[in-house]
């Protein structure tokens, strides 16, 4: 038996091209550097609860948002599998502040701290960041810090943004 989580991630940029990563403070990649996101909950869409985490994780508050890729993750010795819907946004209005689950902290793109963030990280961030189609991602992970089968591609589908409001 599978257990399949259905997650979002969002990776925000501002308007000179930053990008904003959180510290996650605790629970699932305690200790990393990630986007924003969580699991979704029952009775929302992925897009709904893609901008909530983001608010409730950084505060800022997403108009819209562009799903960019998706990526899905199996472990071997367990059930677990995480389906991570990936979203960007340039959209997006409030104050940036740090909460319970995550410090935030803006970095230039060549600045971007891959050796503090999941191992599949900088495998597909150069598919989110040289924009282009939607990607997919798979990446089979023995324990949490060892990949061992992993496939990024392209799709044919657009990017496609919508309106959070
Ligand atoms: N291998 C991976 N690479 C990556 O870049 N992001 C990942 C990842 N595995 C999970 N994530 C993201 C998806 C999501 O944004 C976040 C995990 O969210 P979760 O809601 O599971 O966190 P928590 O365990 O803190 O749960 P909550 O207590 O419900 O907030 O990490």
Not at 11 to 28: A, E, M, Q, T
Request: charged fraction near 30%.
């Amino acid at each position: 038996m599978s257990s399949r989580k259905v997650l979002t991630l969002t990776l925000v940029r501002n308007s000179v091209g930053d990008i904003l990563l959180g510290l996650k403070k605790r629970g699932f990649g305690e200790g990393k550097w990630n986007g924003f996101g969580g699991k979704v909950e029952p009775g929302e869409s992925i897009l709904q609860g893609a901008a909530r985490e983001l608010t409730e994780e950084c505060g800022l508050k997403a108009h819209s948002l562009t799903k960019v890729g998706l990526l899905d993750f199996d472990f071997i010795d367990d059930p677990m599998r995480l389906e991570v819907h990936v979203f960007c946004t340039s959209d997006y209005s409030g104050t940036v502040i740090e909460t319970e689950e995550m410090k935030p902290k803006w970095y230039k793109v060549e600045d971007i701290p891959f050796h503090e963030m999941w191992l599949d990280d900088p495998i597909w961030f150069s598919w989110y960041l040289k924009g282009g189609p939607q990607f997919k991602g798979y990446f089979l992970y023995k324990g949490l810090d060892k990949i061992v089968e992993q496939e990024v591609k392209s799709t044919d589908v657009p990017r496609e943004t919508t309106s959070c409001t």
